[in-house]
């Protein structure tokens, strides 16, 4: 590796001192380049430490040919130890070609060599994780979405967001970190924008795209929809036997229903779509719609099934209603309609560090004989739910809601289960619904890796650690790979965890370290593995 100085003369131009000294010892040989690339010629150095005695010659090669009109300058002399430097202006098209220039200490210790030569430009491009913050009840607040740039090199990166394919003029809200303070640093950018609520009620897609190093661009998508993935909730309740009975014109059927997105409602009478538009009335309040249709009571007496039909994002639902009453001939059939049923989370806090609320909502069932349980990862749940029970109208053709809400603590759902709700009803039929918590918060770990710098390597008595920072809600396992090899020795490793971070330091000698060509953290949860590799090759090879 070159390492770079921003004056080669440091030493100046002097008269050379040779002390005699028993002690013989061989130098230790590092590369020098300029800082900054420099026009015409380049000014290259190399740099012998640590000898004894003082006599020691410098010679310059390239291509296999000796270069002349290299200048070595006196040594200097600590600790009974003594320190050399040679430099030599080479042309830039050699220079430019990327192949070496030969620095050859001789000494009686030993002739040492190294290399100087031009390095390619170290750009890293960025781990892009994009997710979104809720500043209070989803279905009624504004949505920050935080676009997080993470490992990247060097610090030129640009941060465009996109709306459905168009460019927002919002200015986001930025700051930017560094992982170390010399060495081989890498940049993480953090850029935050707001949504107001009428913007992500329809649903769009957002972008995340960054720009870096020559024109290289990196982006990430998410769909506001498959944040909140559940489908929307559809209650229909129809009016009564009396009630047709006694109307002297017309009667009503109603539709709610529960989403966060905007909702286009629709009916359809006997499974065609209804075409007198008139008919209906709406009525929107937070997450609620509400839907009315309003036929005549001679007409409602002439149908079979009425569809009420919910379509948000890219999901369509549907709830169909028979309303061919047995009264209106003279056999009276039993009536059992299953309940319709939505499983759905509630977070009590922080996603990451509070208890989880699940609600299991079972909507237009009759009669009135259900039953609830709860089970994780298929083990029956002894705790007790809080239920409640409504009644959609109050004779007739009546139906009932059931409520049943549980809660997880954080240690059992950061395991990342699937939890079933099962209900039974009528003569032995069952329904169920499952969710598993590790869907529910969908997106893979963040890995940030960060190693030792060079001048600690260098200067480390004995052992030098590397720290893998994972940021999840779910229990993590982190895990280490040296040069591709599964680590065994697990008394290398020490592992904290802080809410929703996980810090793993790995500690190895300096003599080990320097051995090392790339490191691996990989963090695995839930159905998710997310790896990140960094190359140590040369930062602290001779």
């Known amino acids: 590796m070159n390492h770079c100085a921003t004056t080669l003369d440091y030493w100046g131009k002097g008269t050379v001192v040779t002390v005699s000294d028993s002690a013989v010892k061989a130098p230790n040989v590092f590369p020098l380049v300029q800082c900054g690339s420099g026009t015409g010629e380049v000014t290259i150095g190399c740099m012998a430490t640590g000898f004894m005695p003082a006599s020691l010659t410098f010679k310059w090669e390239f291509g296999g040919s000796e270069l002349a009109d290299a200048v070595q300058y006196p040594t200097s002399k600590k600790d009974n130890q003594y320190t050399g430097v040679s430099q030599i202006r080479v042309r830039r098209q050699d220079w430019d070609t990327r192949k070496p220039f030969t620095c050859s200490a001789v000494h009686a210790g030993g002739t040492v060599t190294a290399d100087v030569l031009k390095q390619v430009e170290r750009v890293i491009p960025p781990n892009i994780t994009l997710y979104p913050v809720w500043n209070g009840q989803s279905w009624a607040s504004e949505l920050s979405l935080v676009c997080s740039l993470s490992g990247f090199y060097p610090d030129k990166v640009s941060v465009e967001w996109l709306l459905d394919g168009r460019v927002l003029e919002t200015s986001p809200v930025q700051n930017k970190l560094q992982s170390v303070e010399e060495g081989g640093k890498t940049f993480t950018l953090n850029s935050k924008i707001q949504l107001k609520t009428e913007e992500w009620k329809k649903g769009p897609t957002v972008q995340c795209r960054s720009k870096y190093g020559h024109d290289k661009e990196e982006t990430r998508n998410i769909s506001i929809c498959a944040i909140?993935?559940?489908?929307?909730?559809?209650?229909?309740?129809?009016?009564?036997?009396?009630?047709?009975?006694e109307a002297g014109s017309d009667v009503t059927a109603a539709c709610v229903v529960h989403t966060a997105f905007d909702v286009n409602v629709t009916w359809r009478l006997d499974g065609k779509a209804l075409t007198t538009p008139d008919l209906v009335t709406e009525v929107k309040e937070g997450a609620l719609t509400r839907s009315n249709l309003t036929v005549s009571s001679s007409q409602w007496k002439k149908l079979n099934s009425i569809t009420c039909r919910a379509e948000h994002c890219f999901t369509t639902v549907e709830k169909n209603m028979s309303v061919a009453d047995s009264r209106w001939t003279t056999e009276i059939v039993e009536r059992v309609i299953p309940p319709n049923i939505t499983l759905y989370p509630v977070w009590n806090g922080q996603s990451w560090a509070s208890e989880l609320s699940l609600v299991c909502s079972l909507s237009g069932f009759y009669p009135d004989k259900v039953s609830v349980e709860w089970l994780l990862d298929g083990r029956v749940l002894e705790t007790s739910p809080v239920q409640n029970k409504l009644q959609s109208v109050e004779e007739g053709g009546k139906t009932f809601t059931l409520n049943s809400k549980i809660q997880l603590k954080t240690e059992e759902w950061k395991k990342g289960p699937t939890v079933q709700c099962k209900s039974k009803y009528g003569h032995d039929k069952e329904e169920t619904r499952n969710i598993s918590i590790c869907d529910i918060y969908s997106y893979p770990p963040s890995v940030h890796l960060t190693t030792p710098s060079f001048k600690t390597v260098i200067e480390a008595g004995s052992d030098v650690t590397a720290a893998c920072v994972v940021h999840t809600a779910f229990d993590v396992n982190v895990t280490w790979h040296l040069d591709g090899k599964a680590l065994?020795?697990?008394?290398?490793?020490?592992?904290?965890?802080?809410?929703a971070l996980t810090r793993s330091n790995l500690t190895v000698s300096s003599s080990q370290w320097k051995k090392l060509n790339f490191i691996t953290c990989r963090a695995e949860h839930c159905f998710t593995t997310v790896e990140k590799n960094i190359s140590v090759a040369g930062n602290t090879h001779n």
Do not use: A, Q
């Open 228 to 245: 909140y993935s559940y489908p929307p909730s559809v209650h229909l309740t129809t009016p009564s036997f009396k009630t047709v009975i």
């Open 488 to 499: 065994t020795t697990p008394d290398l490793v020490t592992e904290v965890k802080e809410g």
